[in-house]
């Protein structure tokens, strides 16, 4: 799968689909000493472009305990990059892929001034967001929180979409509200006050399209409002 960027020389996205139909989307996002690190590294990439491109993969944050299956993979190609996550997803990673994940913090450091990680509160998953800054735009780069599917998938992963409340359009399904938030209330009050005090203009979800808007962080306040 081809790259193509977000952020001119900063960002860059892949997308594939499984078996499904159900959209996938990996992230690179330059580090302050050159290279990347990829977030919610996918299966079926071509990697090798993508160095080529951005540079070499320091890093390789899983968005959450569920997004690992590409990690091996990336490790096979990328061998000297480092595989991240929170705390709280860590012990679930540690069970199913068996790799020597490092604490989020080591990537922390390595971060452009314009990026930082943001962690969510209460949720049981351990999602991890990047959070850029550039010519006036502020980019979340999400993992499960929000979907953006325009439309639903067929067969199976249709339905299953259409029930759980995941798709079409901009949505907080039900799979994140109940399996993957452990504090339903602490998880609002701390998403509510960073859509408060600093809103984001582009949402880049790993499942479904970009969403650039200005108007962005009374969406997801809405969404968000209504669902949880």
Not at 25 to 33: D, F, M, P, S
Not at 77 to 97: D, E, F, K, M, S
Not at 106 to 125: H, I, K, Q, Y
Request: with cysteine; aromatic share 8%.
């Amino acid at each position: 799968m081809s790259w193509s960027a977000i952020l001119e020389g900063r960002l860059w996205e892949a997308n594939r689909s499984n078996r499904g139909g159900w959209p996938l989307r990996t992230v690179a996002v330059e580090l302050a000493g050159g290279g990347v690190a990829v977030y919610s590294p996918s299966r079926g990439l071509d990697i090798d472009a993508l160095k080529k491109h951005a540079g070499d993969v320091h890093y390789l944050l899983a968005a959450n305990h569920f997004h690992h299956m590409g990690v091996p993979g990336w490790l096979a190609a990328c061998p000297g990059a480092i595989p991240v996550a929170t705390n709280v997803a860590l012990p679930r990673l540690a069970r199913q892929a068996d790799i020597a994940w490092s604490q989020l913090d080591d990537l922390g450091g390595a971060l452009a001034p314009d990026t930082r990680l943001l962690v969510p509160e209460g949720t049981r998953s351990g999602e991890a967001w990047l959070e850029i800054e550039r010519g006036g735009e502020r980019v979340w780069v999400i993992g499960d929180a929000f979907f953006n599917v325009p439309k639903l998938p067929t067969g199976p992963t249709g339905v299953f979409c259409r029930l759980t409340g995941t798709a079409p359009g901009l949505r907080l399904g039900q799979t994140w509200k109940y399996l993957q938030l452990r504090d339903r209330g602490r998880y609002k009050a701390w998403l509510l006050d960073r859509l408060a005090t600093a809103p984001p203009t582009v949402l880049v979800p790993a499942h479904g399209d970009v969403v650039r808007d200005q108007d962005l962080g009374a969406r997801l306040r809405q969404i968000a409002e209504a669902r949880l």
